[in-house]
């Protein structure tokens, strides 16, 4: 059994990781910006703000697609005895 000890370090990298999956980043782009970080370099940091702008963009869409879908569920929900039950009748 190997027992691994990880500093807070570590651990804080694992979870920006798996935040970052999360939000959509692809691995490339995820690697992309951890190369830039670990640069150091205070020119990247526009590159770095725009590859999680990116992000941010694409999970906004995300949201809006959700909440579109929720909405129709609602509908179909709220108004089921009435208007969904016969439109399913006519798909039978």
Partial sequence: MVIRKFQERNINQILFAKTMRKAGLTI?????????????????????????????????EKVIETQKARDYLKWK???????????EKKIK
């Fill in 28 to 60: 490339e782009t995820l690697k992309q910006y951890v190369t830039l970080v670990f640069e150091d370099d205070h020119h990247t940091i526009p590159k770095r703000k725009e590859i999680l702008g990116k992000a941010i963009a694409s999970l906004d």
């Fill in 77 to 87: 929900i709220d108004h089921y005895d009435t208007a969904v039950r016969e439109a």
